[in-house]
């Protein structure tokens, strides 16, 4: 008994500093990316958040999206003080139809050209006058959440998901007024990459 309990010690004490030397290789990396002035690599698990906070996001999905409604005029993550990329953007939206009577049904989609992948998107239909108008469509997928901002009801639209995607789609309503939109986007790649402002080509909801 005795023989068992030492040999059960000399393994947790090993486990214990296996962990502690990995924890310390990456707290290692991190302190010579920043003195480097490098930014920290980024890690795959972290996820996307368009809710309020400084913090890194570390809470259930369902939590996450609690707070969507303070972007929707920013249309962007809050994940520290990153920022949106400067490059095209890697992603295309399309519309279809172009053209759809009041109350009509439009299929949206975001898609990474050449495969590219995202794992977060924030949607809007921007009028004219730059504010987001009709409604999207519940989904059954689970990362889907629909948002109202302003005094509209689920005007904005949001994927999150830990596991990275090539192509999502969404359905929206058109207003009961004529006008034109244009489907706007936020793309994010990862915690630390992410394009803002992606647009579709124009939507004329007719009379």
Same mark, same amino acid.
């Given at each position: 008994?005795?023989?068992? *309990? ?17 924890? /310390?290789?990456?707290v ?7 003195v480097?002035?490098?930014?920290i690599? #980024?890690?795959?698990?972290? !996820? ?7 913090e890194a ?6 939590? $996450?999206?609690?707070? !969507?409604? /303070?972007?929707?005029q /920013? ?6 003080n ?8 890697? =992603?295309? +939206?399309s519309?279809?139809p172009?053209? +759809? ?13 050449? #495969? $590219?992948? &995202?794992r ?13 108008v009709?409604r999207?469509?519940?989904? #059954? ?8 901002c302003g ?6 639209? /949001? =994927?999150?998901? =830990? #596991? ?8 929206? !309503?058109?207003? *009961?007024?004529?006008?034109? $939109?244009? &489907?706007?986007?936020?793309? $994010?790649?990862? &915690?630390s ?15």
């Amino acid at each position: 008994m005795c023989i068992l *309990e030492a040999v059960a010690a000399s393994c947790m004490q090993s486990l214990i500093t296996r962990k502690m030397e990995s924890l /310390s290789v990456s707290v290692l990396v991190a302190m010579l990316s920043l003195v480097a002035g490098s930014p920290i690599p #980024d890690d795959p698990n972290r !996820l996307i958040s368009f809710a309020v906070t400084t913090e890194a996001p570390t809470t259930p999905l369902a939590d $996450v999206h609690q707070n !969507l409604s /303070s972007v929707c005029q /920013s249309m962007l993550p809050s994940h520290n003080n990153s920022l949106p990329q400067n490059s095209d953007a890697p =992603y295309k +939206v399309s519309a279809s139809p172009v053209k +759809v009577a009041r109350g009509g049904q439009v299929t949206v989609e975001l898609a990474g050209l050449d #495969d $590219v992948q &995202f794992r977060g998107l924030f949607v809007q239909a921007r009028n004219g006058n730059d504010e987001p108008v009709g409604r999207f469509l519940s989904s #059954d997928d689970k990362h889907v959440t629909l948002t109202n901002c302003g005094k509209g009801t689920n005007n904005a639209v /949001s =994927y999150i998901s =830990y #596991d990275p995607i090539s192509q999502f789609s969404f359905r929206w !309503l058109a207003p *009961e007024e004529a006008t034109t $939109v244009r &489907f706007r986007a936020t793309v $994010v790649k990862s &915690f630390s990459e992410f394009w803002f402002g992606v647009e579709s080509g124009p939507v004329v909801v007719e009379d």
